[in-house]
């Protein structure tokens, strides 16, 4: 039934990846890149799987509705991991570009490059994805083409119409982008729900930036306390190229980022940036491996988390300088405030050289506010609570105010204080995050 609703190229790989996940099942607590986040309880309910590729109706516009500025993106809209061909973008994309479902591209253009990072990661999520993804999303930029609008992808979940009552659904999304040669494009993916029952995504993002090329990846979480995800974004970099990698979490029940992102080519650059806002119960893992593999490359990692009530905070970075990567220029930095004593952050950031003339630096810091600049405020009349807000707001706008897509920088400077006000889960239309 999944080969029979996938394409030959996804198929080709199931097998395989099958053999290797029998062989380890799920990572325990026990494997250090997943010591934070329990994988085998997120997955032990009995969840159902749409193998048999039921009807979903959704109107994807009702769906998606938020009292925000509009982006002014190119707009397309991926139910569970289906790509919805009902709905045409706005603008149109450059010659020869290609965005749209996986399953219906994958062919000579990309299955040279389908699972070949992700099947390298031996990671047993990944391979579980890759045994059961039946689509995802294709990006294909061509040499030398620069695509100037944003792409927005919408990520929706949705049980099919048959599953009545509160049947909990699993998802396993795939995501393949291809930049040859000196090409540019901005990607800002948007994960929402549009039903109010739990949901497990498992999603892969494979990333191939070649030559000079040039890629914005946005991952934005706006779901609900009863959807968990866990993510695997794998990227590969050759000369001179450029990425800006970003991970914004706001509302969400249980979220597991991992980062594989490899500098492969000399004068390579990378920009990782997360923000999370917790609080509740809810619990938010990153986890992120930057390898230099050759000289002359550049890195630069900040991740700031605010966490209240009983939120669980965790990032694990490391950054990896294998021998001849000389000339390397790294920093990664976490920084996290605890706005109660039941909240809990984990940090654990680091550094593996083998080189000796390079420039790398790490650190992380851990605490609450400060109880100086509250006094000072609230002596000049401001009120504790919107004191609190305007110190936490300043605290993880450090992170907003590095991203390069400047429409989507106004807006989350928007969301995220409508976040600290508790008023982000009363847009109109939104009835999902209480």
């Not at 794998?234 to 029940?253: A, C």
Request: charged share 20%; aromatic share 8%; with cysteine.
């Amino acid at each position: 039934m999944i080969r029979e609703h996938s394409s030959e190229v996804m198929n080709t790989v199931r097998d395989e990846a099958f053999k290797r996940f029998a062989s380890q099942g799920f990572p325990s607590r026990k494997v250090e890149r997943y010591r934070y986040t329990d994988i085998s309880a997120l997955f032990a309910p009995n969840y159902g799987v749409n193998l048999n590729r039921l009807n979903i109706p959704v109107d994807p516009y009702e769906a998606f509705r938020c009292d925000v500025p509009n982006l002014s993106t190119s707009l397309y809209f991926v139910v569970n991991d289906a790509f919805y061909t009902n709905v045409q973008p706005l603008a149109h994309l450059p010659e020869g570009v290609i965005v749209g479902s996986l399953s219906a591209h994958v062919g000579e253009t990309c299955c040279g490059f389908y699972n070949q990072l992700a099947g390298q990661a031996n990671d047993a999520v990944t391979d579980l994805n890759t045994m059961l993804a039946q689509d995802g999303l294709f990006v294909y930029v061509p040499r030398n083409v620069k695509v100037d609008r944003a792409i927005q992808v919408i990520n929706i979940l949705k049980a099919p119409s048959l599953w009545a009552g509160e049947k909990a659904l699993m998802v396993n999304r795939r995501v393949l982008i291809i930049l040859e040669e000196g090409s540019e494009i901005k990607m800002l993916f948007c994960d929402h729900a549009a039903d109010d029952r739990n949901f497990l995504t498992t999603q892969v993002i494979e990333a191939y930036v070649g030559n000079n090329a040039s890629l914005d990846l946005y991952c934005l979480e706006e779901t609900h306390a009863k959807n968990i995800r866990v993510s695997n974004v794998y990227i590969d970099q050759q000369h001179d190229s450029r990425v800006n990698h970003n991970i914004i979490t706001l509302h969400n029940g249980i979220t597991r980022n991992k980062l594989d992102l490899t500098l492969s080519g000399d004068g390579a650059e990378c920009a990782c940036y997360g923000c999370v806002i917790a609080d509740k119960q809810q619990h938010v893992d990153n986890n992120t491996l930057i390898t230099h593999r050759v000289p002359h490359c550049t890195s630069n990692e900040l991740y700031k988390y605010v966490l209240d009530d009983k939120a669980t905070g965790a990032f694990a970075g490391r950054v990896l300088v294998e021998h001849g990567a000389q000339k390397t220029i790294s920093q990664m930095t976490n920084q996290n405030l605890t706005a109660t004593r039941e909240a809990r952050m984990f940090t654990q950031p680091m550094l593996e050289i083998y080189a000796d003339d390079v420039k790398c630096s790490h650190g992380s810091t851990v605490g609450q506010l400060n109880d100086a600049a509250l006094f000072y405020m609230q002596q000049r009349g401001i009120s504790q609570q919107e004191a609190k807000l305007l110190l936490q707001n300043a605290f993880i706008n450090e992170v907003i105010d590095k991203m390069q897509l400047e429409p989507l920088r106004n807006r989350l400077h928007y969301l995220v204080e409508k976040r600290f006000r508790g008023e982000l889960n009363k847009c109109s239309g939104c009835k999902l995050c209480k």
